[in-house]
């Protein structure tokens, strides 16, 4: 099973949630859907591709919503810190 695609899609997904702005978190939901589509047009369309290019769009939603978690925590830290 390719497990190092995986922990690249969710890297990607932690990073872009904890760095960009707004929507643009979700950028690399994109990666799989791209991967996914390429490899149906080359391989042919088969189950095991479906199923791994929605679970890789779910692994990156996943890091993202993780990095976005981390960003509105640190953030919260931060204004309960300043707060006199």
């Known amino acids: 099973m390719p497990v190092v695609g ?3 899609f969710f890297v ?4 872009f949630g904890y760095a960009a702005p707004g929507g643009w978190a979700f950028l ?3 990666i799989p859907i791209v991967v996914g589509l390429y490899t149906m047009l080359t391989e042919g369309l088969d189950a095991t591709v479906v199923l791994l290019t929605l679970l890789g769009i779910v ?3 996943a890091g993202t ?5 981390l960003l509105y925590r640190l953030e ?9």
């Open 28 to 30: 690399p939901v994109v």
């Open 6 to 8: 995986f922990i690249l």
């Open 76 to 84: 919260s830290d931060e204004a309960a810190g300043s707060a006199p």
């Open 59 to 61: 692994v990156t939603a």
């Open 12 to 15: 990607a997904g932690f990073v």
């Open 65 to 69: 919503i993780a990095g976005k978690a």
